[in-house]
């Protein structure tokens, strides 16, 4: 009697278990980031400017 018993409830376990179903995982997108490089041209052009206004000042 305690085997039956034990069954049962091992069978309602296992029932409530797979009550969902199978449901396919969702896969997310795969996100790609730019690295911006960062130019130091912006400050060069600039400071050789300068030292050559200055290189003709003097």
């Known amino acids: 009697m305690k085997k039956i ?5 091992l069978s309602v376990a296992a029932s409530s278990a797979f009550a ?3 449901v396919e995982p969702q896969i997310e997108p795969e996100v790609i980031k730019q690295s911006t490089s960062s130019s130091s041209a912006g400050v060069v ?4 400017l300068l030292l050559v206004i200055a290189a003709a000042a003097s």
């Open 45 to 48: 052009v600039p400071l050789l």
């Open 20 to 22: 969902g179903g199978f």
């Open 5 to 9: 018993a034990l069954a049962a409830a």
